[in-house]
């Protein structure tokens, strides 16, 4: 019997969730490769959630589209499709002229939100053929706010408005922007409210700190960017330890396995500068051998390790 169905024996009767993390153009492609690589493991996703890149790509699989149907698109996509920042003369009028007052970003997010909304299977959230969660920042308040219910595609486009490169969506009447600046990955939307046995998360978003990481910033295309990322992912999330896979457990107390995977990927600049197909490929590769050593440690009819058992990394 091939590893690839002992994989997905070992988790047949178990409730996965999976989280996808932030991580700008990299990440798109990435959690792309990575829902390809669970489907190559015949693993069955009963809730998804995502931030950013995550809530991108989640939002689109948990829709209904097809993983395949969507990475052919992701291949031709191009960086007018979901991009369209001011013209010069409107930029320099802004800044000038009106000193800044009232800009909020370089590009409006109308392009984008159409953009998505080309590519998802179902309109609203209730319509998703698996319960997804997308993460953005009331900019009202500064809190996080979870997604649940509504038109996917400003809620997807208001988890991945990046501060400076996008205008804030507003919905209901309140202004919302990218939820990374609040929480990279977040955990807390489905643990415990879908009573998972393992929570997987797919963590992508790039780690600088130090003096290297500044050098490494600055000698970036787009800098200012750069920078933001930099503060954005300056500190840990609570689940992330420095190797490719951790096992974990969920703070919340509800017993849940949190499984931790950070690939190593090549870098991707914004928008899209480098080989996107690369990442998605790698990503993909690295999901699947992950998870295959994890059921081979876990053993041929062992299940995962309980919250009682025993946690290791690797």
């Not at 500044?214 to 992330?240: A, C, D, G, M, N």
């Not at 509800?254 to 990927?265: E, R």
Request: proline share 5%; net charge positive; aromatic share 8%.
């Amino acid at each position: 019997m091939g590893l690839k169905t002992n994989t997905a024996l070992h988790l047949k009767n178990l409730r996965i969730g999976v989280i996808l993390s932030s991580g700008g153009a990299r990440g798109v492609f990435a959690h792309t490769g990575f829902l390809q690589a669970l489907e190559q493991l015949n693993i069955e996703v009963v809730a998804l959630a995502g931030c950013s890149a995550g809530a991108l790509v989640g939002g689109i699989y948990a829709s209904g589209t097809s993983i395949e149907k969507w990475s052919s698109v992701l291949a031709d996509t191009q960086p007018r499709d979901y991009w369209r920042p001011d013209s010069k003369l409107r930029f320099l009028w802004n800044l000038i002229v009106k000193k800044g007052r009232g800009y909020t970003g370089f590009s409006e997010a109308d392009s984008a939100i159409n953009f998505i909304r080309k590519q998802l299977s179902a309109e609203t959230f209730a319509e998703c053929r698996i319960p997804f969660y997308s993460l953005a920042m009331n900019l009202s308040c500064s809190k996080k706010t979870f997604f649940a219910d509504g038109e996917l595609a400003p809620r997807i486009m208001a988890s991945a408005a990046i501060p400076l490169l996008y205008r804030p969506v507003e919905i209901n009447g309140e202004l919302f922007s990218d939820g990374a600046t609040l929480d990279l990955a977040p955990t807390d939307a489905i643990c415990c409210k879908h009573k998972l046995d393992i929570l997987i998360v797919h963590h992508v978003a790039i780690h600088c700190q130090g003096q290297a990481g500044l050098q490494h910033v600055i000698s970036q295309p787009w800098t200012i960017l750069q920078i933001l990322f930099l503060k954005l992912y300056s500190e840990k999330p609570w689940y992330l330890i420095d190797k490719p896979v951790n096992e974990t457990y969920c703070q919340c107390g509800c017993g849940a396995l949190v499984l931790v995977l950070k690939p190593d990927l090549p870098e991707l600049g914004w928008p899209m500068r480098g080989d996107g197909l690369t990442v998605q490929r790698s990503a993909r590769e690295q999901g699947v051998l992950m998870l295959e050593k994890l059921m081979e440690k876990w053993g041929k009819n062992s299940a995962p390790p309980s919250k009682t058992g025993s946690m290791s990394s690797d």
